[in-house]
């Protein structure tokens, strides 16, 4: 029974990430109506309006979980491969359409329950009110403004990995803090005569597919994506043990992605893509970078080593290696890793010693 409900009821990350969203839309909006309806009706008996203003926001809230499931999955899905522009204007006016719907619900059962007019009655003063009170101008203003804040506050989020944004905003990395973290180094294999082959451009469209794959795969265990360089993703975790099994499961579930796409891939590049790693863990450094464009930098020797460590991918004929330090933190099967030993990794003054993972 256990079981069965691990299995149909666990959310993914990517879900909760999403759920999250919506909730803080529903929450945003919600919120900007409750304080606009304060603001405007301070001369209205309180009773009355406490009253009113709690079904309100009750609505308000049941209506905003729905729109913002629109907005967060099913319109982000549908202008995925539109340009930034047109997904704004688009979204906007759509959104505006269900906006006004749930502004005439709210003003409905305000009337009808609240007020105790009969259903005709209601549609009428709402019409009339509409009319002869810009009403229909103002909520029309209104709501383009929460939109724009909604899709640029979620925009900027996306823009980062999540916790990345929340780690800018709150000024954590002003002054760069010295973390013990697990880096991995994750890029397409073969990728020069993959190139060759494909063209330019289909060749960036299966790098995208690819990156995609692998990046729902660490976001799924709760990695945070440092950078993308061409068909490379740089990740870390925050060092435990807990978080190495989470570093190879990782790894595990990008290449079961993949498989699971592998008629698509073949279809669509005649080949399905495979992928080298290199892990290690240490101390980096981590800091905010930039002046206009800020972002979350992390240097040091460890990762230094870790890009070596993948580089060494090729030189070792080994898909997944990674560093003697990351395996005395993690618990393996003996027929799990195979002992590649000391290697001397370019740039490097000591060997390194190193391990292949099995998977």
């Known amino acids: 029974m256990i079981l069965f409900r691990h299995r149909w009821f666990k959310i993914s990350n990517i879900t909760k990430y999403r759920i999250r969203s919506v909730l803080f839309i529903a929450f945003f909006w919600t919120l900007i109506d409750w304080i606009v309806v304060l603001l405007k009706n301070q001369e209205i008996d309180r009773i009355l309006r406490e009253h009113s203003l709690w079904m309100r926001e009750i609505l308000m809230f049941i209506l905003s979980i729905i729109m913002g499931y629109i907005f967060v999955y099913k319109l982000k899905k549908f202008l995925r491969h539109s340009p930034l522009w047109l997904n704004f204007v688009l979204k906007s006016f759509i959104l505006l359409a269900a906006a006004l719907v749930i502004s005439f619900l709210i003003q409905f059962v305000n ?46 989020n996306e823009r980062y990995s999540p916790g990345v944004f929340m780690d800018i905003f709150l000024g954590r990395y002003i002054q760069p803090k010295i973390e013990k973290r697990i880096i991995m180094f994750m890029d397409l294999k073969g990728s020069t005569p993959i190139a060759e082959k494909l063209g330019h451009e289909l060749y960036f469209k299966f790098i995208r597919d690819f990156i995609y794959q692998v990046s729902t795969a660490i976001i799924e265990y709760e990695g945070r994506i440092y950078q993308y360089v061409g068909d490379e993703a740089v990740s870390s975790w925050l060092f435990d043990k807990k978080n190495t099994r989470k570093c190879m499961d990782a790894v595990i579930l990008a290449r079961k992605n993949i ?14 893509p495979e992928f ?84």
Request: glycine share 8%; proline share 1%.
């Open 276 to 359: 080298r790693v290199g892990i290690h863990l240490g101390d980096v450094t981590v800091g905010e970078i930039g002046v206009i464009k800020k972002d979350l930098a992390m240097t040091g020797d460890t990762m230094n080593t870790t890009a070596r460590i993948r580089s060494a991918t090729n030189e070792l004929n080994h898909n997944f290696i990674v560093s003697k330090q990351f395996m005395e933190n993690i618990d393996l099967e003996e027929w799990q890793t195979e002992n590649l030993g000391p290697v001397d990794l370019k740039g490097k003054g000591i060997e390194v010693e190193l391990f292949s993972l099995k998977i």
């Open 259 to 272: 498989q699971k796409k592998s008629e698509h891939f073949r279809r669509n590049y005649g080949m399905v």
């Open 111 to 156: 009337f009808t329950l609240v007020s105790g007019q009969s259903p005709g009655l209601a549609l009428h003063n709402i019409l009339v009110y509409a009319l002869h009170k810009n009403w229909l101008q103002q909520k029309v203003l209104y709501w383009l403004v929460i939109f724009f804040i909604t899709q640029l506050f979620l925009l900027i």
